[in-house]
């Protein structure tokens, strides 16, 4: 199974075959609404690694709350 085949399909815990990370969301009020957000991000990211990291399309691609997190760092935060 692809990459974003295993974000959207395996939501019971299913470890992928091999290359894989998790990520746990845990004491966070919204858990479930932070995760899926997390997982769009990665499933936009995906479709779309054609576009330069500088492009400003990035802006309208990406949940608003990533988006948003991105703007408050600074140079030394990359």
Known sequence: MTESGNI???????KPLKGYQIVR????????????NFKNAVLTILKNKALSDEDPKWEKLLPQGIVNKI???DNDDF
């Open 8 to 14: 959207k399909y395996n939501i019971r815990g299913e």
């Open 25 to 36: 969301v845990r004491n966070v009020a919204h858990s479930k609404e932070v995760l899926d």
């Open 71 to 73: 703007k408050q760092l």
